[in-house]
């Protein structure tokens, strides 16, 4: 009798390249998104018809085309291209950012804009990809107030962070594509 298939044999096949790079570049895709799935799926929703996988799917997606950037084996993530959020609402731009161990000041304006509110809420997203830590701010901060302060979680205080911002508005509808702060605490 001729033996069809053992799956305790291994496979003499070896995977091809391009296949080994598009799991490497889902790999890093999803080890960079993952401990933001709670913002990311927030404010993607509407991208993703109401489900919060398909959100996810659709942020994955354009991390994987966007901040995806080196050839197989040696490729990585650009945080800078990273969109954490993605809408309409007009953004905000960043005047200044003054980092302590424990806190984080960001100074903003808001240009002029009819789809921009007053009581658009800001959000401040705090993340460091190589340990998984990722926080988000929980106090209120309007766009008309200019300023925000957040407390940074102790895992942070003594180690180097990415930081996002976005607005959204009052009833969390309507998102603002995500700003790329920098890297902080080097």
């Not at 390249?17 to 993952?34: C, E, I, P, S």
């Not at 809408?87 to 009819?114: K, M, R």
């Not at 658009?120 to 340990?131: G, L, M, R």
């Not at 766009?143 to 003594?158: C, D, F, H």
């Amino acid at each position: 009798m001729d033996l069809l298939y053992d799956r305790n044999k291994p496979k003499l096949k070896e995977k091809s390249h391009g296949k080994l790079a598009v799991q490497q570049r889902m790999r890093l895709a999803m080890a960079f998104l993952n401990p933001l799935r709670a913002v990311v799926t927030e404010s993607w929703l509407s991208h993703g018809k109401g489900s919060k996988k398909k959100a996810f799917g659709q942020a994955l997606k354009k991390l994987m085309q966007d901040a995806l950037e080196g050839d197989y084996p040696n490729q990585h993530i650009l945080p800078e291209r990273v969109g954490i959020s993605t809408g309409i609402l007009p953004g905000l731009q960043v005047a200044d950012v003054v980092h302590s161990e424990q806190t984080l000041e960001i100074y903003f304006s808001s240009p002029e804009n009819p789809l921009a509110r007053t009581n658009d809420e800001v959000v401040v997203v705090a993340y460091n990809p190589e340990i998984g830590v990722a926080a988000r701010s929980t106090d209120v901060c309007r766009r008309s107030a200019g300023y925000i302060k957040v407390e940074l979680p102790p895992q942070l205080w003594t180690m180097p962070f990415h930081v996002y911002a976005f607005m959204h508005s009052a009833n969390k509808k309507q998102y603002c594509k995500s700003i790329y702060i920098g890297q902080l605490g080097l």
